[in-house]
């Protein structure tokens, strides 16, 4: 089964709420193996409204919608679905006195207007709502090319319709439910273009199905796969894992939620190793990352901000025209580096020239790099942070032979 949805509401348009009913409705339609291909967000407007629900009843078996069906004169859904089904919008007196019901309940008296929501496209299913006073319904098309599930705007309310109603629903229409099983693996200071590049061909399967997702600094591969057993699904994602793993090798440094810091952290941690720190940077954001992971005890020193500065003035001493960047680094990496742990120096730019990140063991392990020109963005200063931190990660497995990749 595919299904679509439509967010209605001017105020979705505007910008003025975020629009966590799409979010759980994808959620809600994923966990029972229905294909979701579109969602569109519309305002207030029937025309509009019909001409969305039409395209998508031409592409769809079923059409979720959300927002509307409230008393107001802008609350225009049913009509909309009554045009796009080809029905007639009929009065329920049944209807008004279920609305009426609810406001007694609520100890309140239902206000004229609220008879507007006694209205129906003329056949349709009504669909219990106990938590608020919005009736909801399913509408078939006319000429049969599937139908709609109207459902409230208000979060609340539209919860627990998709929990108890609309879930149930679609699994007794579709025979059952299948299942869809989504897993992320997550790489980091690797550009998306070269991850790409090096599972592209793998991203047309069809099932499952391999997408990415770039951030700051890092890129995710996701897995999905659908299949008529959770044991099945989960199969099917075993295999495309350990292909993509044995493609990506160490830029994988985590699953689905992990973040770097917390794998970082939990390396340094069970290998009781310390890390010290010099960042002239980032302003101490590496440090500080891990901290918020739950790992404040593997940090033996961090030094940013003006005492970054004086090490940097210190460590080049001696050295002619202040040095280079490897050779400062390096040296700042050697001096910041606790007994038998791990020193991480992130520094520059020195005279206008590049920056520089180096790490100094575990043991003699040691590695320089130099990154392009640093320019003072939240953007940078997150790709070194996960650049760091990746490179401890990569010193404590012993894995360095990636390089540098800024794109």
Known sequence: MRAEIVMIGTELLLGEIVDTNANLLAVALRDIGIDLYYKTTVGDNEERIAEVLNLALDRSDAVITSGGIGPTVDDVTRQAIARA???KLIYSEELERQIAA????????????????????EGALPLENPVGTAPCFLSEDTGGRGFIVCLPGVPRELAHMTEYTVVPLLVERMGGVKVIRVRVLRTCAVGESNIDRGIGDL???????????????QTDARIAARAGSEADAEAMIAGMEAELRSRLGVAVYGVDKETVAEVVGGLLSKRDLKLGVVDTLTGGQLSRELNEAGFESVIASDLYGSHA??????????LQQDGDERTLAGILAEQVAPEGGVGLAMIGPLAGRSTAIAVRGPGDLKTIEVGRRFEDSD????????????????????????????N
Not at 309 to 318: F, K, L, N, R, Y
Not at 380 to 406: C, H, K, N, Y
């Open 309 to 318: 500065d004086q090490a940097v003035v210190d460590a080049c001493d001696g």
């Open 102 to 121: 609810r406001f007694r309940n609520f100890g309140r008296k239902m206000a004229a207007n609220n008879k507007r929501q006694a209205y129906l496209p």
């Open 379 to 406: 953007l940078v200063r997150r790709w070194t942070v996960m650049l760091g931190l990746d490179r401890v990660r990569r010193a404590v497995l012993g894995v360095l032979e990636s390089p540098v990749d800024w």
């Open 85 to 87: 089904t080809g029905r």
């Open 203 to 217: 991203m047309t399967s069809s099932n499952p199905t391999v997408g990415l997702a770039a951030h700051a600094g």
